[in-house]
């Protein structure tokens, strides 16, 4: 494995590589000092064309923990002002001896054509409405660590409600969760599921209270309010209605099932209920848990001897 | 001692040990290679609200000279701009295992509500006219090595001449410098001083000249251009003539006394005489000072062992 | 040597000195973890009040790979913002013990006056139309590098083309090539090249097509659209029609000459062919090259026994 573009190049087998890895790494953020030397010497370049904070921060955590130096691009104080091509960006910070580029971009598809323009190492950190895979493997881990069943998702359903149109979270997910054995239902306005999700291999529900009691996982995508301008939704304070998450829905899931939400919430839109008064919430999990799955991406990347370490867990 | 949000908070005891301790950080940077690994593998996140490259390059500097990790979290490119609240951004950075937060908001209080929501320390680098307490324990530091005193200010006569209205410098100072046993006079317009300054352990003047000739430190307070338009004084020349620092005053000093100034200075206005010409100026030894004192916080909050270390001033 | 300010300052013996030691840190950036100590404990802080994420970047990783600590001030965060004197700032970052300052500035001459306030080395990353020396020392390290020749330029013709007027490149170039041995023949519309090259060691030539097939390097000079507007050029068309690098005028150059470019490219107008389709372009080696070369500056001003050291090509 070279690149890390899209959750659905990964097989069934590269997902548990994936996540066993993480579960070691979650071992190592555990100690007092939670650094091992694993990537000194090596690179890893943040090139963020869209804002965030928290994925960003996460990746380069990531990388400190395993030694790797970190630098950040923003596109804001770049070159690209004066006009220089993305191209020509890449290349020039390619030569100056990278090893991995972790890309976030508005534009689907940019860290694959990234790829064509360096030998470094190239991790998608959101592109457009296509894919955000390091996202997914934390969920699925942070699922599967949580009902205690390393590593798979058979027998459980999980509901992936709110704006799935427009969000590269959802169509990761789908593609993981369901690699790991788990039953998807898509929950939303019929305005915001996509046409084609009629060929996913996913179930479609257009309320939330249809299967709010019936699933493992409620998993809440974020509603933004900009969305509203374009008119995919009558009004917020209808779509809140049908597919927030409210207290009285929480009160009828199943006593084991698991509130996620990818973050930045929007609290009163998508979330109605305070997650922190939610037993079943993961969603400060989910942020721990990137850590140790991006390190485990980081490592599988860029690490010599990577897949030996992958097979016997040794240590680092 | 588990976070440091007002100077306030801090007892007489309290203050020496962490002066005590900063005496040592200072014997540190004076080596070739001034750093220890004292906390290493610990997360300092500054999360500045407001501009100010000064204050956070000395925590960073400070927290890689006991190498700690840093990052920074910066409001103007993060998912706050989205609409996220304030504390799910707090809770988020938490969850990646953050040591401490060092906090700089242009409201009062935001420090401490940080507090309650995440179990990383929080350090105070500077809330609205409250509080910045590193800023008085750097000064103290400051004052009582220039002296040969350490760490008491008994005798000593201390004038914070300025904007004390607007300033948390000056609250913070008053607290710690009372507090090592000095006296402290507030200089400045009736408007600029705060109506419940009568119920403060301080003398309050209105005229600098009363005072310069007596005293064994000038704290000048910058008078920012600003507060003009609000017409908290007539006129900057007026301000100047009556409370600028000028070579006239400067020469009517006390031949040991100090001149001093938290930075960034506005010349021509609060200092009108240049520092460079003024043997007593401490203004750039403050943020020299500045490192150890904040490396003695960063070490007291989150080194293991930090009581200990304290009381004897063993090696790290 | 304690700061780098001028291409002009150096002696030919300096230039062959730093390319030297520039050998050695481009074996150390093959290794497989490419870092040594040497240093350790040393804090360089970028001062940039022109954004140039690549050669920021280009200094930072050098810096990174001696193991110093790095620090960024960024002028359009800063204090500056407040009314600060850029003096006050310098003084107050020297203040916190920083050991060398790399500055780029729109106005010629910052970086020396910058030297007056501070005890630290300061390194020109590029000064309005003044001086990059870096770029230069990079571009003639390339060179001889291509060549084979280390280090010396005698019996080479290298033509500068393009706007020669407003390139603090083409000024340090001309400096560090003709002590070397080089001959540099400047070509561009008179509009663009300045009235006392009459007196620079060089040949002015006002068309691309006469020396395009007798030079060792063609190096294309960055064409700025905004010049437009001031009428240096009558047309962007005309000039890529004299001026820029066709793929016609590249199959006429010599079978051993290269084609380098500084960055970033303004593709289509001084650079009509793809740098990717030509044998001879060093472009992106320009690039991997001002890493070994801002090491070799920076361990020679900052490096204990750094003359040793270059005389003996000892281990670091």
Redesign the interface.
């Known amino acids: 494995m070279k690149h890390l573009l899209s959750a659905q190049d990964l097989t069934q087998n590269d997902i548990i590589a994936l996540l066993d890895m993480a579960d070691h790494m979650a071992e190592i953020?555990t100690?007092?000092?939670?650094?091992v030397p694993a990537l000194?010497?090596k690179?890893v370049v943040s090139v963020f064309f869209e804002?965030?904070?928290?994925t960003r921060?996460?990746f380069?955590?990531a990388a400190?923990r395993l030694s790797a130096?970190t630098?950040t691009?923003?596109a804001s104080?770049?070159?690209l002002?004066?006009?220089?091509?993305l191209r020509?960006?890449i290349?020039?910070?390619?030569?100056?001896?990278v090893d991995a580029f972790v890309v976030r971009h508005k534009s689907s598809g940019v860290p694959l054509q990234i790829t064509e323009w360096t030998d470094a190492s190239v991790i998608n950190a959101g592109d457009g409405w296509h894919q955000h895979p390091t996202q997914a493997l934390t969920d699925a881990f942070t699922i599967t660590r949580s009902f205690g069943t390393p590593h798979t998702l058979e027998g459980r359903t999980i509901a992936i409600v709110g704006d799935v149109l427009h969000s590269r979270v959802a169509r990761s997910n789908i593609a993981v969760l369901t690699k790991l054995g788990a039953k998807v239902v898509l929950v939303g306005p019929s305005t915001l599921i996509p046409i084609q999700a009629q060929q996913w291999p996913v179930e479609i529900l257009h309320s939330l209270d249809e299967v709010v009691a019936e699933v493992d996982v409620v998993y809440m995508l974020r509603m933004?309010?900009e969305r509203m301008e374009t008119a995919f939704v009558p009004s917020l304070g209808e779509y809140t209605a049908r597919f927030g998450l409210t207290p009285d829905r929480v009160s009828r899931m199943l006593a084991h099932a698991l509130v996620m939400h990818p973050?930045?919430?929007?609290?009163g839109i998508d979330m109605v209920v305070d997650p922190a008064q939610v037993s079943g919430s993961r969603i400060?999990?989910q942020?721990?848990n990137?850590?140790p799955v991006r390190m485990a991406v980081l490592f599988t990347l860029l690490g010599?001897g990577g897949s030996t370490a992958l097979a016997t867990g040794a240590d680092l």
């Open positions: 953020n100690r007092p000092v939670p650094k000194r010497g690179t804002d965030s904070t928290r921060l996460s380069e955590t400190k130096d630098m691009f923003s104080t770049s070159s002002n004066k006009g220089e091509s020509d960006t290349e020039t910070l390619s030569a100056m001896r933004q309010r973050g930045p919430m929007n609290r400060l999990q942020v721990t990137g850590i010599s």
